[in-house]
């Protein structure tokens, strides 16, 4: 949206791969996906200036922080998400990028940016182009619920279901090329995502922190995504609510759990409809 001040913004959610069958694998190595995405209301912000000098990236919550200190920084340069889609649609911006969607999380927070661009800029026809920023880009620019094939570029909407999700947040780093690579060693546990069984076994860690949250609420809990974050739907509204319950958190709010050695930000969200309506002055 234009305001006065000759700059623009879009919201840019996460994004929710619930579940996730690989079905092949391209000559080039990429992955023929069969998967449904939900959009949810964990959301960046992205904000185009008018000085193509100006990147600068905001952390309201201190995780983006805790997390670069930890995996490195997010690229500052062209190599940004946002910088590669501006560069792309041919347009000199400057950019204001606010931060709440962890990096390395399976959750789509660069191709989530990226595709606030496409968005802002009237561009979102351009499907072919934003999938070759990104296979998460064309759900990204649809939003809502989907599915999704192809390697990422074939969505197809499906009707919008209210519903709420827990998300739990790791300081684990899943790189999603890596997570692919072990996939083809591994193969799937059986889970609602094939990708389960490799991320568990890339990150001891991941591994301890997924039978951790297993414990606490009494049932399985899913990979988003190539991970790392967790998450339980309300296919099992009793589980669902327990799990409320024990980690006391709010709808549309985050708090802070300890389970063992570990630390989890947990997050309660809801789906979030797509094409534009999370657009906001
Ligand atoms: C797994 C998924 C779906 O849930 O999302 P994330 O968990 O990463 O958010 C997607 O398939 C990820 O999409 P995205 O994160 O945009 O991947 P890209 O940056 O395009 O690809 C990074 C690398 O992952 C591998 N890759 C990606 C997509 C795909 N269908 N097959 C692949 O093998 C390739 O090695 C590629 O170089
Ligand atoms: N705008 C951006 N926000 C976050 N990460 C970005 C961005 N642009 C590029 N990256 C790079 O993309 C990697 C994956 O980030 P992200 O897309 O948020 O995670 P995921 O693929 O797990 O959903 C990061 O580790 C970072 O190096």
């Excluded at 983006?64 to 000199?92: C, H, M, Y």
């Excluded at 990422?152 to 090329?177: A, K, M, Q, R, Y």
């Excluded at 490799?198 to 949250?213: D, N, Q, T, V």
């Amino acid at each position: 949206m234009k305001d006065e001040l000759g700059s623009c913004s879009a919201l840019a959610p996460a994004k929710l791969t619930r579940r996730l069958a690989v079905v092949g694998v391209r000559p080039d190595g990429l992955h023929l996906i069969d998967a449904e995405m939900v959009t949810v209301s964990l959301f960046d912000e992205v904000r185009l200036v008018d000085n193509p000098a100006v990147f600068d990236v905001v952390d309201p919550d201190g995780y983006l922080t805790q997390l670069e200190e930890r995996f490195g920084p997010i690229p500052r340069d062209n190599s940004n998400l946002v910088r590669k889609a501006l560069t792309a649609l041919g347009v000199r911006a400057g950019v204001v990028l606010t931060k709440r969607i962890p990096f390395g999380a399976g959750l789509g927070g660069g191709s989530s940016d990226a595709a606030a661009v496409f968005r802002l800029l009237g561009q979102e026809d351009k499907v072919d182009l934003a999938a070759s920023i990104g296979a998460d880009l064309p759900f990204c620019i649809r939003g809502g619920r989907a599915h999704v094939h192809g390697f990422g570029d074939l969505v197809e909407s499906l009707p919008f279901v209210e519903e709420e999700f827990l998300l739990f947040l790791s300081p684990v780093l899943c790189p999603t090329g890596t997570i692919y690579r072990l996939y083809d060693e591994v193969g799937s546990d059986g889970s609602a995502n094939d990708l389960r069984k490799a991320a568990l076994a890339a990150s001891k860690e991941l591994s301890g922190r997924f039978e951790e949250i297993c414990t606490l609420i009494g049932s399985e809990v899913n990979l988003a995504g190539s991970g790392s974050t967790l998450f339980l739907d309300q296919s099992d509204s009793d589980v669902f609510d327990r799990a409320c319950e024990l980690t006391q958190v709010s709808p549309n709010s985050s708090t802070t759990i300890s389970l063992g050695e570990y630390e989890f930000v947990v997050w309660r969200v809801h789906s979030v409809r797509g094409e534009g309506s999370h657009r906001r002055q």
